[in-house]
């Protein structure tokens, strides 16, 4: 049954989220649901709005048994958690570019010339850029959707885990992707949380802020 609760209160959603390892296991999430969460994340920024975030989420018994013995040490999240969501950093995005400009000339969101011109330019900027620059904004890009992606869960009521310990090398290939377009980011647990999760301290700003 989905207990969950919405919330609209920034403060209390950023404050209150905690990352959680525990799941109370009967809370599902529906598709529809979990598709709004994803929607509202993906409204995170990108390097010239590629997008190259991919989600693979992992609900099933069958894919939460796939993708158990790479995430060995995160048994109990992949487990309890409603969904784990495998995310991947696109490094052909740049496919999608007519796509995403063209949609915004439709909606009236960008005159065609300046959609024109900016499919050129950015087209021939992606043309000549290393794979090492290319990987270095995907990983950005995908680190700004995935911090959205836990704040949406969270004002959906839902509690999340951010994971970095698991087989990077090994889960595209696992679930049928190519593991040399699709980078993996991290695994995100979620679900609603069996456990209360510990606050964590912060350093002061005056320790890492400096004005000028």
């Known amino acids: 049954m989905n207990q969950a609760q919405r919330s609209n209160d920034y403060q209390a959603i950023v404050a209150g989220r905690r990352s959680i390892r525990k799941y109370d296991p009967s809370v599902k999430i529906s598709k529809e649901e979990m598709t709004e969460i994803l929607t509202e994340a993906t409204l995170a920024p990108s390097s010239v709005n590629l997008q190259p975030w991919r989600f693979l989420v992992i609900e099933s018994e069958e894919g939460k048994r796939k993708l158990a013995p790479l995430a060995k040490f995160n048994q109990l999240q992949v487990e309890t958690s409603a969904a784990v969501i495998a995310i991947f950093g696109d490094m052909n995005s740049i496919e999608y570019i007519e796509e995403i400009y063209g949609t915004a000339v439709a909606k009236g969101l960008m005159p065609q010339e300046v959609k024109d011109r900016q499919v050129t330019s950015i087209s021939a900027y992606y043309s000549n850029t290393s794979e090492q620059v290319n990987r270095e904004t995907v990983l950005i890009d995908a680190g700004l959707v995935s911090m959205q992606l836990m704040l949406a869960a969270r004002a959906h009521g839902y509690d ?13 290939e696992a679930f049928g992707m190519d593991k040399d377009r699709y980078v993996p980011v991290m695994l995100l647990s979620m679900g609603k949380a069996a456990e209360e999760g ?9 320790r890492i802020a400096d004005w000028k």
């Open 160 to 172: 999340t885990n951010p994971i970095g310990g698991y087989e990077k090398d090994q889960i595209a």
């Open 198 to 206: 510990y606050a964590s301290v912060r350093l002061p700003i005056e």
